[in-house]
């Protein structure tokens, strides 16, 4: 038998033998897991942190598909102190003085490859491209349209969609009185339950807070709500076919009608399938994605990172059959230019609005929700801002608060600010990489490649800056500190991140919570079903699943 036929069939014997598998699974795990934490290439074997995470970048993706990432983040610093090591490469540190050297201006620190599952489209958008040129140039075009001036121009736009909710919530309420005459005692307004009881009508005030949110982030970016609020119902038009649909750009409709096939999709819904799966797909390489979306509880969900790209591929070929819509955001991203004089491609266009229509809707519908929360549950806290809101607002007759008689009210400055903290909507480390030259926090010096971040919900729990009573809602704090306490809560405090890379539509979403938390709370006297715990979906952004409140006009 010639030498290369003996080689295989030996090797074929050997390939069939148990113990062959059994020597090989040691030695596969041997050299894939335990040589690396040996040979420790980053110098992080003395971090603290749970076992698993030491030798694989597999816990960090379990922990997100438990719904807890943030909340695990922040029992492991209250476990293991400032460092804690997420994966082999990945370090927490739970400390303020970390903020400006992995996040500020001057860091050197670039978005970490996490943020590569982020993409909806293979062109980048302004939140997920890693590169620092690319990065700058599409926030110097987009920051135009977040300046205090833009703000304050959309404010007419939005507070039609804020008078479109307090409309809604009348109606709802006008249940209670028909029930008084005997009618029914429940029922549903479009998809959303309602009951009457106790002269107030119960209802789930979540989905209220997202259509309000998709309907003005619809129309500030794209000429048009998407229609939930007065349909109260989670529904909007969706490309079918994100390829099919980017292909048709630039042909002009002439019947103002799609010149692709869509359909009706609940999006709020897909927007956080998409959310958990993509916050889980970070930490794991892209040919991992298809085995988990085949996993039971994932199925479901295959199919919404697609969908989502094609609700702002829909919405941007809507705009552009419409060229005398009035001026909005996709405007200003239609005019940009590149170095070279260039509009931006079909693609770039889509990601961009992909990326308003994420960042800016889910963020304050969140953030809005669990602050109604925290005020229908003290009711002194409630009083106390409606007492403010009466005094200010005493001259003005409109349902919706406008902007310039709310926006230095100190209690209402206080409840906002207390509800970014508490909520944390964006709760987790914001991975990034190390740059050249490592970097060196708190005695520390991380090398080059490691990834870092600061774990924004800790931070804002932690009692050694916030006090005995960091996790209660108690918006006093933020007037009765002063001096080097003051400081250490606003050195702490970054619900939207800061340096380069920090939120762009800052402006925009605290205009948005400002008008949203007074209206309401001047009109409606709010208060909770259960005491329990608000119920969150825990992922990158942190996402409220229910709200059950019952409300009654104040005035009565
Ligand atoms: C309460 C509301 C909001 C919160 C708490 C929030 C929080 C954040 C945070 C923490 C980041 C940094 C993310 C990272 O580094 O990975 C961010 C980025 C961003 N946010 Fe917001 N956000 C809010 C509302 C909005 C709104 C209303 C818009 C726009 C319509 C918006 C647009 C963006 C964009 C475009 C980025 C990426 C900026 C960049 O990479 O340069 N956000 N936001």
């Keep these: ?117 982020l993409s909806g489209f293979k062109t980048r958008n302004m939140f997920n491209t890693l590169s620092r040129t690319e990065h700058a140039r599409k926030r110097r075009i987009e920051s135009h349209m977040f300046s205090p001036q833009s703000v304050r121009a959309l404010e007419g736009i939005a507070r039609m969609h804020h008078n479109d909710l307090v409309s809604q919530w009348d109606k709802l309420y006008s249940y209670v009185k028909r029930a008084e005459s005997g009618a029914a005692r429940e029922g549903s307004l479009g998809e959303c339950a309602w009951k009457v009881k106790d002269g107030r009508v119960w209802l789930d005030c979540m989905p209220w807070f997202n259509y309000w949110s998709f309907d003005t982030i619809g129309d500030l970016a794209f000429g048009a709500p998407f229609g939930m609020i007065l349909a109260a119902k989670d529904t909007a038009r969706v490309a079918k076919s994100v390829k099919a649909s980017l292909a048709t750009f630039g042909t002009p409709s002439q019947t103002g009608k799609f010149a692709f096939e869509t359909e009706e999709l609940p999006v709020i819904k897909i927007v956080g399938q998409r959310a958990e799966l993509v916050a889980m797909f970070g930490w794991l390489p892209e040919y991992v994605w298809p085995i988990i979306l085949m996993m039971p509880g994932f199925r479901g969900s295959r199919r919404a990172i697609p969908q989502v790209s094609g609700l702002a591929v829909a919405a941007v070929a809507k705009r552009m059959n419409n060229p005398d819509a009035r001026a909005d955001m996709l405007n200003k991203l239609l005019d940009a230019r590149d170095e070279n004089g260039e509009p931006m491609s079909p693609e770039e266009l889509s990601s961009e609005a992909f990326l308003l229509i994420v960042a800016g809707s889910d963020t304050v519908s969140n953030t809005s929700c669990a602050t109604t929360y925290y005020l229908a549950r003290d009711q002194r806290v409630q009083a106390k801002l409606q007492a403010e809101l009466d005094d200010a607002l005493k001259a003005v007759d409109s349902v919706v608060a406008p902007h310039d008689a709310i926006k230095h009210l100190p209690y209402l400055d206080a409840v906002v600010n207390e509800g970014l903290r508490l909520h944390s909507a964006v709760g987790a480390g914001l991975p990034r990489v190390v740059p050249e030259g490592g970097m ?15 774990p924004i919900y800790h931070l804002h729990r932690d009692e050694n800056i916030w006090g005995e009573n960091a996790s209660v ?75 059950m409140v019952g409300i009654k006009p104040r005035n009565l």
């Design 473 to 547: 809602f108690y918006p006093e704090r933020w007037i009765e500190a002063s001096g080097d306490q003051k400081k250490a809560m606003l050195d702490a405090f970054v619900p939207f991140s800061i340096g380069p890379r920090a939120c762009i539509g800052r402006n925009l979403a605290l205009m948005q919570l400002h008008i949203v938390l007074a209206t309401l709370f001047r009109r409606f006297n709010v208060v909770l079903e259960s005491d329990d715990p608000l119920p969150v979906q825990d992922s990158f952004g942190r996402r409220p699943k229910q709200c």
């Design 440 to 454: 060196t926090v708190l005695g520390h010096t991380f090398k080059e490649g490691t990834w870092v971040s600061v």
């Design 1 to 117: 038998m010639p030498l290369l036929d003996r080689i295989t069939t030996h090797a074929l014997d050997y390939v069939c033998m148990p113990t062959f598998w059994l020597a090989l699974i040691p030695a596969v795990l041997t050299t894939v897991y335990i040589v690396p934490y040996l040979l420790d290439p980053l110098g992080l074997r003395t971090f603290p942190g749970p076992i698993f995470a030491k030798f694989t970048s597999g816990w960090l993706p379990w922990v997100v598909s438990q719904n807890r990432w943030s909340v695990a983040v922040d029992s492991l610093h209250r476990k293991y102190g400032i460092f804690v090591r997420l994966s082999p490469n990945y370090v927490s540190i739970a400390h303020p003085v970390a903020l400006p050297a992995v996040y500020g201006h001057s860091s050197g620190a670039l978005k970490a490859p996490f943020y590569d599952a």
